[in-house]
């Protein structure tokens, strides 16, 4: 059997059926922005490997942080022991975050630093003696990972997880952030949530949302003055503010993390996807040393969580270098430069009247449809042009690797527009103009 019959036999892909899979392509190397292919093809990665691989693949200041953390140790129990790549990290974390987040708490991924972060926000509510405050609110349109709490602050009817809802922790839901990025924010726009903080405000624990930019949830982009409301109602209510940067930390808003748009700081923010520049999976929980004192002062006197694998050395280690590699490689205007590059390679589809919007914010490029994308006809079409494209429901976006050339976005973006302009609605998908 050739690669991809052989991952039939035995492979569950994300997000797929084994009773009527998608099409798959075998890499084999990946070099640069550059998937290589089996059959020798290959692509410019407009995906950074669902947004993580900020600077390519197969890089050597990376590559050379692995090979001497593998040389000394590649994992060890991080219960009663530490070592330097956790501290330093940690000391890197805190350092560049927004003021007044001072305690750092490894995890293996996104979704679970999603879950550590409610656990740690009930644990804080019932150490100052809240206990009924148990609800986390949360805004529609938002998307917080796959694993059980973290899915019941998804949008709970246009999310990935209805068919959980019956069994999901209920929570408390508001409509999407408005107004969008670049419009003035008005009192208008904020009443409903000011209405909610003042009829359940003292039930809630948390408020949890992506600031700035939702992005599985529909990839929207929305004003900072929301964000900075959102901050002083869970002031006055006594409830706390978690930021999922788990997508938008480390530049890809056009600031190093998206709460920078609002200058605010969150009582806990959670980042992971880049952290590691894809090399490893690893996340954190950052917060404040008033919620570590406190749960330290309630019962049981310790943060109930521990993951297996936190603070992996192999994985920090190559987060330490990855964060010095941003910083080294002036993170800013590389962003800059692609975010001027997907405004005027994206602006042509503009006006498609399948399309019905496009939008951009740092590195990112968002083309939305009126309808959904047919993703097993429409993939192969971004493939055979020379890219590798991911879409999904209406969204045809690009998130590519900070360190991409100009000539190379480009091309990228010239793939998306032909594809989308061939395109067609047809019983209500987006399918090719063969199709």
């Known amino acids: 059997m050739n690669l991809v019959d052989r991952d039939r036999h035995s492979i569950w892909h994300p997000y797929s059926s084994v009773g009527s899979p998608s099409p798959i392509y075998p890499v084999v ?6 998937l290589k292919l089996e059959d ?14 900020v600077h390519g693949y197969n890089h050597p200041v990376l590559n050379e942080a692995a090979m001497q953390q593998l040389d000394k140790m590649s994992h060890v129990m991080f219960g009663g022991l530490t070592h330097p790549p956790a501290v330093e990290l940690a000391e890197t974390l805190v350092e560049l975050s927004p003021w007044g987040l001072q305690k750092v708490f490894f995890v293996d991924s996104g979704s679970v630093a999603i879950e550590a972060a409610m656990k740690m926000a009930l644990q804080t509510q019932i150490a100052r003696g ?11 349109g938002g998307y917080h990972g796959d694993t059980l709490d973290a899915m019941s602050v998804c949008d709970p009817i246009t999310g990935m997880h209805t068919l959980f809802e019956g069994v ?3 929570q408390v839901f508001i409509e999407r952030p408005e107004p969008a990025f670049g419009e003035h924010c008005t009192e208008q726009h904020l009443v409903q949530l000011e209405q909610v903080f003042a009829e359940q405000g003292d039930q809630l624990a948390a408020m949890i949302l992506e600031p700035i930019v939702q992005g599985a949830g529909g990839m929207r982009f929305y004003a900072p003055e929301y964000l900075q409301a959102a901050r002083r109602l869970c002031d006055e209510h006594g409830v706390l503010l978690i930021a999922d940067e788990i997508a938008t930390g480390f530049g890809r ?8 748009h609002a200058d605010i700081t969150p009582d806990i923010l959670c980042v992971g996807k880049a952290l590691t520049g894809g090399y490893l999976s690893l996340a954190a929980v950052l917060t404040t ?7 330290a002062s309630g019962e049981p006197g310790v943060f109930m969580h521990g993951p297996t694998f936190m603070g992996n050395p192999l994985a920090c280690a190559i987060a330490k270098a990855s964060i010095d590699l941003l910083c080294a490689n002036d993170w800013q205007q590389q962003v800059l430069q692609i ?4 405004h005027q390679g994206l602006a042509p589809a503009k006006t498609f009247t399948h399309v019905a919007e496009v939008r951009v914010l740092g590195a990112i490029g968002v083309v939305e449809l009126t309808h959904p994308v047919d993703m097993s006809s429409v993939q192969p079409m971004f493939v055979e042009r020379g890219v590798w494209v991911r879409p999904f429901g209406k969204l045809v976006y690009l998130m590519p690797p900070f360190v991409m050339s100009a000539g190379d976005l480009a091309q990228l973006t010239d793939a998306l527009v032909d594809v989308v302009a061939n395109l067609q609605i047809k019983d209500g998908v987006a399918v090719p103009l063969s199709a």
């Not at 808003?253 to 920078?260: H, I, N, Q």
């Not at 975010?339 to 997907?342: A, N, R």
């Open 253 to 260: 808003s056009g600031k190093l993390f998206a709460v920078e």
């Open 289 to 295: 040393d008033e919620m570590a004192n406190d749960i």
């Open 29 to 34: 190397a990946a070099e640069g922005v550059r």
């Open 168 to 170: 999901l922790p209920k």
């Open 130 to 140: 809240q206990s009924q405050r148990h609800l986390f609110l949360s805004p529609r």
């Open 40 to 53: 020798g093809r290959e692509l410019i990665d407009g995906m950074s490997s669902w947004w993580c691989a």
């Open 339 to 342: 975010e001027q590059g997907l």
